[in-house]
């Protein structure tokens, strides 16, 4: 494993790809591009692989195999072939491949195959179907595997369908204004979906929106005849909000209650949680300012609230992001994870809301809960424990005790075995594209068997040079860190155009311990064509810590454009930088970033490309933008300082704006504020929009927009 101060020197090098000698092959943006019709090949080789209990079962398109985690040695379970003939597939049932199977019951050899028509269990020992459910084609299918009832949303309106093919109908006044079972509160606050079954599958926990009155956004579908209205609800900051309630359905009694959460109006309801026992919902309440957020317990029979466990406040903002986890070998006790102490990290509760202690501690952060290990009685979890950019597996004992589970640097992911026993580790280093091992953390040492170790895929193309390093923030004690990706012919006592690639907002980073350092493919194009980009994350990115990501509370992209042109410092010191040819790109808040250093720094940058741009906080969405900014009404000063309206006249470079004609995230009124305001002040930027397209180009037309981004800087840059 490398040593700290090693691990901080590696990343000050420049870390060069494999010799020139062989590397003559010139890439294009169809290979490089995810919208490419070459793309798919030029990714490093994959496995798909599931847990049937602690076994590892490797889906492929026409077999499933076991793999022993002790050898890796391979073995055929069933084939696609023998499935259809067990489940008497004709065009209506027929299963067309095995990438998808899943295995539910760790102990039971059944596992569940999907079509285009119907969710199928087979039993492989047996070889027959024993179960199929009775719905398909709907939306938001959630199906549990203890109960095997589903809950879909058809027509707007939310369903039950139970195990024998009974539908039971939760809602009659569904609409585009009263959405059921969906996600809410635009998807913040870790919100992925509106159903949550109880662990005994027989409650159903859904949420209900009322958005009638929030103000439509006129989208327009351009490809009819004659244009057609498609109204987007978009919630502006400041303005009003819809209002969400949570429902609790029972599946026995066929009758449905709402928790009492009192008048949702300007709140946010989200982690929701069961009791292990079926009986108590847990969930975080937070108020529209988003600075007191408390966890609250109800009884789900009757919706009655029983108690407020836990309440957390700051003078900023609190952002709960997950669900508390009940450990599965004590139901009285609970872990929660909170950065109260100024990182993410782990705490344990009683049931009635006491903090027994804190479980993990330092300067690092919990990124993600990966589940329990109920033999050891520990947690399993990821973390940047020994860097920031280095994304490491460990478990922690109830006592505070931790262990690394791997043995590389790199970024790792994983998924945990039912019982806790296993792990798939699947990592990259920045030299190393694809690795997958199998870990078995009961041993003393944890065992490690390797799966795969992917070939580069890019082997014989012109490989770029990737570096990474660090440089001080604004404020002259934070370590940043950047990426540097220069042509593969660089020579050091040439000039290079360089582009800033930025974006630089809440939950996202750029640069990380993985292939490539984290680079973007489009990074390589630029460089294959002559230029140098340079990558930084500014304060306000992820994954280090509260005081980090809230820097820029209240004045959005003022910390940083601090930070950023500290990065512009830096590029000034090398000589092989052409300071007279700097260009910055970015898209969604890196629009806002893009064109806020163009108009801020106009003598700085000669061309900008901002995509899908952030113009004025106040068009934007009520949960995300007051969470930052908070609402136009409180926070006056910041508004004014970070809209970009009052700053079109400082425009000096050659600017092009691009956006999805239909973005229903940064919606056009952006964009078009800004050339109105460019129109009065006499500034000249460009702008092409994608008709169809939302906030991000999808398939083809993603090639079409990095071509389009590349020719920009082609034309006015080079």
């Not at 027509?155 to 996600?183: C, M, N, P, W």
């Not at 929030?214 to 351009?222: A, E, G, L, N």
């Not at 043995?407 to 945990?416: K, M, P, R, S, Y």
């Not at 082997?459 to 390093?469: D, N």
């Amino acid at each position: 494993m490398m040593k700290i101060k090693s691990l901080f020197a590696f990343l000050m090098m420049a870390t060069l790809s494999t010799s020139l000698s062989a590397q003559d092959k010139p890439f294009t943006l169809e290979d490089l591009n995810f919208g490419g019709t070459n793309y798919h090949s030029m990714q490093p080789k994959n496995m798909w692989l599931t847990w049937w209990g602690d076994q590892l079962i490797q889906t492929d398109v026409e077999e499933c195999y076991t793999i022993d985690a002790k050898t890796g040695k391979k073995a055929t379970l069933f084939t696609l072939e023998e499935v259809n003939e067990w489940a008497k597939s004709d065009d209506e049932r027929y299963v067309r491949h095995l990438m998808n199977a899943t295995f539910p019951y760790p102990d039971k050899p059944i596992v569940q195959v999907g079509n285009r028509h119907a969710v199928i269990l087979v039993d492989f020992k047996q070889k027959k179907i024993v179960w199929q459910d009775s719905i398909s084609g709907q939306t938001a299918n959630d199906w549990n595997a203890v109960s095997k009832a589903t809950a879909y949303v058809e027509d707007h309106q939310l369903f039950v369908a139970d195990a024998y093919g009974q539908k039971h109908q939760l809602s009659t006044d569904g609409s585009r204004e009263i959405v059921y079972g969906q996600s809410v509160h635009r998807n913040e606050f870790g919100i992925e979906k509106g159903t949550f079954w109880s662990p005994d599958g027989l409650r159903l926990a859904f949420y209900r929106m009322d958005q009638s009155m929030v103000t439509d956004y006129p989208q327009v579908d351009i490809f009819p005849r004659e244009a057609t209205y498609e109204p987007d609800k978009y919630p502006m900051a400041g303005m009003t909000s819809h209002k969400v309630t949570v429902g609790v359905y029972d599946l026995q009694t066929d009758k449905t209650v709402y928790l009492q959460a009192g008048d949702p109006t300007d709140r946010y309801f989200t982690n929701i949680s069961w009791s292990p026992d079926s009986k108590t919902i847990y969930m975080f309440e937070l108020n529209r300012a988003q600075n007191d957020c408390r966890l609250v317990s109800y009884d789900a029979a009757t919706g009655e609230k029983l108690a407020e466990l836990y309440r957390e406040t700051s003078d900023k903002y609190v952002e709960p992001l997950h669900p508390i986890q009940f450990l599965p070998w004590d139901n009285t006790k609970f872990i929660m994870q909170s950065q109260k102490d100024g990182y993410n990290h782990l705490y344990l509760y009683d049931a009635n809301g006491k903090e027994l202690k804190q479980i993990t501690k330092g300067e690092w952060v919990v990124m993600e809960v990966l589940g329990f290990n109920k033999k050891q009685k520990a947690v399993i979890f990821k973390a940047n424990k020994e860097h920031p950019l280095h994304h490491r597996l460990y478990s922690v004992s109830m006592k505070g005790e931790i262990k690394q589970l791997e043995i590389v640097d790199g970024v790792h992911n994983a998924e945990l075995s039912p019982s806790g026993n296993f792990l798939i580790d699947r990592f990259s280093t920045p030299t190393r594209p694809r690795v997958i091992d199998v870990v078995d953390i009961t041993q003393k040492t944890p065992r490690h068997t390797n799966l795969l170790d992917a070939e580069d895929p890019w082997a014989g193309y012109q490989y770029p040079i990737f570096e990474c390093g660090s440089i001080k923030a604004a404020d002259g004690v934070t370590d940043l860190y950047y990426r540097m990706v220069k042509p593969a012919d660089f020579n050091p006592d040439k000039k290079y155009p360089t582009v800033i690639y930025v974006y630089g907002g809440p939950h996202a980073n750029n640069v990380q311990a993985s292939w490539h350092w984290a680079s973007r493919s489009w990074e390589t194009y630029m460089a294959q064509k002559g230029y140098i980009v340079f990558i930084l994350d500014n304060r306000g990115s992820q994954y280090r810590g509260r005081d980090f990501e809230q820097a820029t509370f209240h004045q959005l992209g003022q910390i940083e454009m601090q930070d950023q042109m500290k990065g512009v410092e830096y590029l000034r010191t090398l000589y092989y930088i052409d300071m007279d040819r700097l260009g910055v790109h970015g898209w969604s808040f890196g629009g806002f970033m893009t064109i806020s250093l163009m108009t801020n720094y106009p003598d700085v940058f000669k061309v900008g490309v901002a995509g899908g741009p952030v113009i004025d906080w106040k068009w934007y969405e009520v949960m995300y933008g007051e969470r930052y900014m908070g609402t136009p009404e409180t926070n006056p000063e910041g508004y004014a300082k970070t809209s970009l309206i009052d700053k079109a006249k400082n425009l000096k470079g050659k600017l092009q704006i691009i956006t999805g004609y239909n973005d229903n995230t940064v919606v056009p009124q952006h964009c078009l504020s800004f050339l109105d305001a460019c129109i009065k002040a006499g500034t000249q930027p460009d702008f092409f929009a994608y008709p169809g397209e939302e906030h991000n180009m999808r398939g083809h037309a993603s090639v079409h927009l990095h071509e389009r981004i590349t020719q920009y800087f082609e034309d006015y840059l080079k």
